[in-house]
């Protein structure tokens, strides 16, 4: 869950502050020019507090980053959850993938999650390891509908974690095509195809 304390800054004049607000308004800078061009004035005008208040409640740059990026993952993660609450395993699913390619038409800037596994994944051990737990958390819902698929009869038998990560893989690399626009009428058939498999599995 985000963040809701309310914080206060300046001697003479304090300035009231929420800060989930301010880490939404940060991370939608990040998420737009990616976390190496973006700068401490982006950050200042984009959340309209200066540099001291930006330091003395989130930290650094890159600290105020994972902060944006935690809060990003949390409130995908509750979408995920919600989105994969229907009573029937194959509704889910396909819930799933229909909610990708509304979100990429939603966000032209990609998912920040890929962006920053792609731009800070290799050497940021702070970052990765938020997106690691994020998703293992991922493969974890994904593998609980499809044992349930399993034992109501929707899906056919076969390895739930090898399925799981194949689900997630193919996820992740919708999300990266979007990204450079290139999904086509092959990528919409995707989720129907792999439900397909999975019930003559």
Same mark, same amino acid.
């Given at each position: 869950?985000?963040?809701?304390?309310?914080?206060?800054?300046?001697?003479?004049?304090?300035?009231?502050?929420? =800060? +989930?607000?301010?880490?939404?308004?940060?991370? #939608?800078?990040?998420? /737009?020019?990616?976390?190496? /061009?973006?700068?401490?004035?982006?950050? =200042?005008?984009?959340?309209?507090?200066?540099?001291?208040? %930006?330091? /003395?409640?989130?930290? +650094?740059?890159?600290? &105020?980053?994972?902060?944006?990026?935690?809060?990003? &993952?949390?409130?995908? @993660?509750?979408?995920?959850?919600?989105?994969?609450?229907?009573? *029937?395993?194959? #509704?889910?699913?396909?819930?799933?993938?229909?909610?990708?390619?509304?979100?990429?038409?939603?966000?032209?800037?990609?998912?920040? #999650? @890929?962006?920053?596994?792609?731009?800070?994944?290799?050497? *940021?051990?702070?970052?990765?390891?938020?997106?690691?737990?994020?998703?293992?958390?991922?493969?974890? @819902? %994904?593998?609980?509908? $499809?044992?349930?698929?399993?034992?109501?009869?929707?899906?056919?038998?076969?390895?739930?974690?090898? #399925?799981?990560?194949?689900?997630?893989?193919? %996820? $992740?690399?919708?999300?990266?095509?979007?990204? /450079?626009?290139? &999904?086509?009428?092959?990528?919409?058939? $995707?989720?129907?195809?792999?439900? +397909? &498999?999975?019930?003559?599995?």
């Amino acid at each position: 869950m985000g963040e809701t304390e309310t914080k206060c800054r300046g001697a003479g004049r304090p300035r009231c502050f929420e =800060t +989930d607000k301010v880490l939404e308004q940060a991370g #939608a800078v990040f998420w /737009s020019k990616g976390y190496a /061009s973006t700068s401490l004035t982006d950050l =200042t005008k984009a959340t309209g507090l200066n540099k001291g208040s %930006i330091y /003395s409640t989130f930290g +650094d740059k890159h600290s &105020l980053f994972l902060k944006c990026l935690k809060r990003y &993952l949390d409130k995908r @993660l509750e979408v995920l959850q919600e989105t994969l609450s229907d009573d *029937d395993p194959k #509704a889910c699913l396909l819930n799933v993938f229909t909610a990708l390619e509304q979100n990429q038409c939603e966000h032209p800037s990609g998912c920040l #999650a @890929l962006n920053t596994l792609t731009e800070l994944g290799p050497h *940021d051990a702070k970052a990765r390891c938020l997106l690691d737990s994020h998703l293992a958390e991922v493969e974890k @819902l %994904i593998r609980g509908v $499809l044992e349930r698929g399993q034992r109501s009869g929707a899906f056919g038998d076969f390895p739930v974690e090898l #399925a799981s990560r194949t689900i997630c893989s193919v %996820i $992740l690399a919708m999300k990266a095509r979007a990204r /450079s626009h290139q &999904l086509d009428g092959l990528d919409h058939r $995707l989720g129907p195809f792999l439900l +397909d &498999l999975l019930a003559k599995a």
